[in-house]
């Protein structure tokens, strides 16, 4: 089946940046998501990219997408406490409408 | 958005019995789905839960082992039965609102942390 791969952790300064990467395997894919997970919590979908864009900014999020290498990645500007989480990312293809996501990385945000 | 409750939000069963969870949305959706999200390893899909007919499971998961219900348009359960250790899990519900693009935007329950001794 389809793969989608994540680094397991990430650990920044608040008031750095941080950059969380995806890598995926469908050539297929229609679009790629972005989902938070904190403690205790159900996931929320943060953004989402179509698969002929390479870039997409909300404020301060920022994401990149490299179709040919399959790498999608997701840049947090001025990382806060409370963005501390699990990130997943998620594809969506032509071939299967479900979401198939990654297995999460814990975002810690120390001060 | 959609609000998404669970209940119970976690549980420690014994090996061979049962647990229903309940999932319940403040609005009434079109497609439901139940997730299990194993310790670190990603979120997987086990089944769609269909209103007024019976769920759509993946492969890997059948009726017999997770029962799923959803007798309106608000509400679903799904049962875990004759559960082993290996059954503990983190489930989710999750729901998808009217689809006015191709884009699929689930909203995800608190999910129940589940315990098998």
């Known amino acids: 089946g389809e793969d989608v791969e994540q680094s397991l952790f990430l650990s920044v300064r608040e008031g750095d940046s941080s950059v969380i990467n995806c890598t995926y395997t469908?050539?297929?894919?229609?679009?790629l998501y972005w989902y938070k997970q904190e403690p205790g919590a159900g996931l929320q979908l943060l953004t989402y990219i179509f698969s002929n864009m390479d870039m997409k900014q909300d404020q301060r999020l920022t994401v990149l997408l490299n179709k040919k290498d399959k790498h999608l990645s997701l840049r947090i500007a001025d990382t806060q406490t409370g963005d501390s989480a699990i990130y997943f990312c998620?594809?969506?293809?032509?071939?299967?409408?479900?979401?198939?996501f990654g297995t999460g990385t814990r975002l810690q945000v120390f001060p | 958005s959609a609000v998404i409750s669970q209940k119970p939000s976690r549980d420690i069963c014994q090996r061979g019995t049962s647990l229903t969870i309940q999932c319940q949305v403040d609005?009434?959706?079109?497609?439901m789905f139940w997730y299990r999200q194993q310790p670190g390893q990603s979120l997987t899909l086990i089944a769609t839960a269909n209103q007024g007919s019976e769920a759509t499971y993946e492969s890997g998961f059948v009726i017999d082992k997770f029962p799923i219900s959803r007798p309106n348009l608000t509400f679903s359960t799904l049962t875990v039965s004759n559960m082993s250790p290996e059954d503990s899990s983190i489930y989710l519900c999750?729901?998808?609102?009217?689809?006015?693009?191709?884009?699929?935007?689930?909203?995800f329950g608190p999910g129940t942390r589940l315990t098998v001794l």
């Open positions: 469908d050539s297929s894919s229609t679009y």
């Open positions: 998620a594809e969506t293809s032509y071939n299967t409408d479900k979401l198939i």
């Open positions: 999750s729901v998808e609102k009217v689809r006015r693009t191709s884009v699929n935007e689930q909203f």
């Open positions: 609005s009434q959706v079109t497609m």
